[in-house]
């Protein structure tokens, strides 16, 4: 909830910019921190193959994944963690997407109409 405020307010701020390059890039960025952060909270093993089996991960990937050395921010781009934390459930979790409001400031609904 206080993500998606502070995503809110910060593009109503930067919003004005014309600029959409960089807005998917951030997308992007924003969506894989969360999913570390979530990995993160799933501190052990056990609970990380029971979490991602509960999204729909397939078994052995989930095994995988969960038993590598290798860090939450490398982790967070995983097939494994691809399928189970889609956009729509992190959307679900109240995660809003910049791409969408920037289109929304840029394109807005009255404007989409007349055209």
Same mark, same amino acid.
């Given at each position: 909830?206080?993500? @998606?405020?502070?995503?809110?307010?910060?593009?109503?701020?930067?919003?004005? %910019?014309?600029?959409?390059? /960089?807005? /998917?890039?951030?997308?992007?960025?924003?969506?894989?921190?969360?999913?570390?952060?979530?990995?993160?909270?799933?501190?052990?093993?056990?609970?990380?193959? &029971?979490?991602?089996?509960?999204?729909?991960?397939?078994?052995?990937?989930?095994?995988?994944? @969960?038993? %590598?050395?290798?860090? /939450?921010?490398?982790?967070? &781009?995983?097939? @494994?963690?691809?399928?189970?934390?889609?956009?729509?459930?992190?959307?679900?979790?109240?995660?809003? %997407?910049?791409?969408?409001?920037?289109?929304?400031?840029?394109? /807005? @609904?009255?404007?989409?109409?007349?055209?």
């Amino acid at each position: 909830m206080k993500l @998606a405020q502070y995503l809110r307010g910060w593009m109503n701020y930067f919003g004005i %910019s014309e600029r959409y390059r /960089p807005i /998917p890039e951030i997308d992007h960025w924003i969506r894989r921190r969360i999913r570390c952060c979530y990995w993160k909270q799933w501190k052990r093993t056990r609970t990380r193959v &029971r979490e991602l089996l509960k999204l729909g991960v397939y078994e052995w990937t989930a095994i995988s994944v @969960a038993i %590598s050395r290798k860090g /939450p921010w490398r982790l967070s &781009r995983t097939l @494994a963690t691809q399928i189970g934390m889609t956009n729509k459930w992190l959307e679900e979790k109240g995660l809003v %997407s910049v791409k969408d409001l920037w289109v929304k400031i840029h394109y /807005p @609904a009255t404007a989409r109409l007349c055209s």
